[in-house]
């Protein structure tokens, strides 16, 4: 009983401990099956952050193949960049051999940047000098003030341009400017040189021209004008102020300043020829005037012009012309009138006088034929004038003696020995046989020999002719 009681005892201490044991191990067990849990929480968790990354790391991967795909267009654009620049450049450097432009760039301590061989050969500054002060460099002072005004431009930004002759003899037109960055900075100076040896020469010529010109006008007291018409604009040469006493400044610009000068008398028809060339009426301008010095008096003017532009409508636009001092001329005009009208009326008075003379008068040629007679020769010889008119007196069947002498050779009469010897031949006694009259007649003739101004030779005799009865 008591052994019954002590497996009893140990059975139920047995199952004691091995629920304490199953207790343990179930407690053991729900710990576990909590960390499990925690774990499987912990999983979870993580496999959702490597979702969330995965899906980063796809986004990031779909921005990187952009960016790669920007990188390749970029680097695309930078080929083409620099295939440009490279066309740039090549262009560049054929612009500057073809067109024989020299350039010489300084930087910003004008230091020798770059260089061209034109602007080597222009300066005496070779490839070598590159990096070198300008002021440093020997032989490249082309004129007195080249480094000023270099330096001028570096400080002030304001272009200068200037013509300089190499010591060839080339000119150039060289224009020093700022050299400019694409942000509008100022990095240096640019300095170019233009060959303008061809214009220097035909500006030499046409000033040549000009000079011969202006001499040409000085010496045929002549200027030249042209009038802007819509603008009213008058440009003249400085010959006509010369003439006129005035200079440019006491002259308005306007046809007017001109115009207000002209004498009172010649005003009206000046306008009228105006009026008459911008209308169409007449194909120039031309007309003479009296002009009013600056010190009162007035001067002939002789003008000439014409419109040599018009608009597009056909209205005058400009008009050019030439105005002459002809007062000299207008002077001696008047003195040729003057002596006109003395000679028209000495010609009267001789040709009262030659036809009222009582004596007979015979105008011969220095041939002798007879050029005239009075009516009282005609009425001697007894014909019309046209019949002794262009004959010699040996022609007209008359002889001629002296007294108690044989037939006087013609060229002995009085007439003829005046036109030969270019003396005065006095009154001498003559015995003429007249055919018609079948009679002698007794005459007195003298002649006197007629001679052009600084002549020698006589060109005509006057022959006095009266008969003694």
Known sequence: MTNDLHESDAFRGRIEELERDLQHKSEKLEQALESLEAMNQELLSTNEELTASNEELHRTNKELQFVNEELYKVNAAHIRKIDELTQLNADFDNLHRNTFIGDLYLDRHLAIRKINQVAASITNISVADIGKPLRHVTGNALYEHFFRDIE??????????????????????????????????????????????????????????????????????????????ETNHVNTGVGKYRMLGYEKEEMGEGYESWTKLIHPDDYGP?????????????????????????????????????????????????????????????????????????????????????????????????????????????????????????????????????????????????????????????????????????????????AVPVFRENESTPCQVYSMISEIK
């Open 152 to 229: 001028s431009v570096s400080e002030t930004q304001v272009a200068i341009e200037q013509e300089v002759c190499d010591s060839q003899g080339k000119w150039y037109l060289m224009r020093v400017v700022p050299y400019m960055t694409k942000e509008n900075l100022v990095d240096g100076v640019l300095i170019s040189f233009i060959d303008i040896s061809n214009q220097k020469r035909v500006q030499n010529i046409a000033s040549d021209l000009n000079i011969r010109l202006d001499n040409a006008l000085k010496m045929g007291e002549m200027s030249w004008w042209e009038w802007d018409y």
């Open 270 to 446: 000046s306008m009228e020829a105006m009026r008459a060339h911008l209308k169409g009426e007449a194909t120039t301008y031309f007309t003479e005037f009296r002009i009013r010095h600056k010190f009162g008096h007035y001067l002939w003017y002789k003008d000439n012009g014409g419109i040599v532009t018009r608009t597009a409508s056909g209205k005058p636009k400009l008009l050019i012309g030439i105005v002459q001092n002809i007062s000299r001329e207008k002077a001696q005009e008047q003195k040729y009138i003057d002596a006109l009208k003395q000679a028209q009326q000495k010609e009267a008075d001789f040709s009262f006088l030659f036809n009222e003379l009582p004596q007979g008068v015979l105008l011969q040629a220095a041939s002798g034929e007879v050029l005239d007679a009075n009516p009282v020769a005609l009425d001697l010889f007894g014909l019309a004038l046209d019949e002794i008119r262009g004959r010699l007196l040996s022609r007209l069947g008359w002889t001629f003696s002296k007294e108690n002498e044989m037939a006087l050779p013609s060229t002995e009469f009085p007439g003829l020995v005046a036109l030969r010897t270019g003396q005065k031949q006095n009154t001498e006694m003559f015995w003429a046989y007249d055919p018609k009259r079948e009679e002698n007649l007794r005459l007195m003739v003298s």
